[in-house]
């Protein structure tokens, strides 16, 4: 079945403790990207990668690391986690031949920093 | 650079009644449309798209949507609403050759009483 896949779909956390969020797709596409849902403010993007080791800042990249090794995943990293991180977070891909930015979505993480 | 706004952020209707979710873009290229719909502790899912063509686009679960140029707007339809299409429903555009972005609205939550 393809699709994008996010570990862990729920995280509590204190402030400080680095943790990653991995994303995989098995559709072998190469766009991949990050958002960041929150109540009254939608998705808003954190980073993209167009491809392997190719990497971009989106709307909302402080304090967040990425990092695109493998084509298939694209984690999302925080060194230093702070409560207004505190989000529903989505992972998305795309095929680069794709003519329009119709993206699949993860489940999405649900990560509470305190 | 683009932009999308959702003019309600919470629509409340009763089963079986037409109901309209409102989305406006803003924008200084060509652009593609998309409507996405995300269920209670669910991902994102495609609802529909506008790419070319005809104005008036069909998705799935009934769902329609006109793409009207002049007042740059893609509102979302349906003739007869259920209790299982209660949801979030977010409006999104990404601009025609441009970057890998995907503007996303800040969600109109529809809620379908009995």
């Known amino acids: 079945e393809a699709q994008v896949t996010q570990n862990p779909r729920y995280l509590i956390t204190v402030t400080g403790k680095k943790l990653t969020v991995t994303c995989s797709q098995n559709?072998?596409?190469?766009?991949m990207s990050w958002y960041r849902q929150d109540p009254g403010l939608g998705l808003r993007q954190i980073y993209y990668s167009m491809n392997v080791e190719v990497t971009d800042k989106g709307d909302v990249p402080e304090g967040y690391k990425v990092s695109r090794k493998e084509k298939r995943n694209f984690p999302l990293i925080l060194e230093s986690p702070s409560p207004n991180q505190t989000s529903l977070y989505f992972c998305?891909?795309?095929?680069?031949?794709?003519?329009?930015?119709?993206?699949?979505f993860g489940p999405g993480t649900r990560l509470t920093v305190l | 650079a683009q932009s999308v706004t959702q003019l309600d952020s919470q629509v409340p209707v009763f089963e079986e009644a037409p109901v309209e979710l409102r989305c406006n873009y803003s924008?200084?290229?060509?652009?593609?449309l998309f409507w996405y719909v995300q269920y209670p502790n669910q991902g994102l899912q495609l609802l529909l798209k506008?790419?070319?063509?005809?104005?008036l686009v069909k998705g799935i679960n009934g769902f329609e949507a006109e793409f009207n140029k002049s007042q740059t707007s893609f509102h979302l339809r349906k003739p007869s609403v259920h209790i299982s299409d209660t949801a979030e429903y977010f409006c999104?555009?990404?601009?025609?050759?441009?970057?890998?972005?995907?503007?996303f609205g800040k969600g109109t939550k529809l809620t379908v009483n009995p």
């Open positions: 998305a891909s795309r095929p680069r031949t794709a003519s329009y930015n119709e993206q699949f």
């Open positions: 999104a555009v990404s601009e025609r050759g441009g970057s890998e972005k995907l503007v």
């Open positions: 506008y790419l070319s063509g005809s104005t």
């Open positions: 559709m072998n596409h190469e766009y």
């Open positions: 924008s200084s290229v060509s652009v593609y």
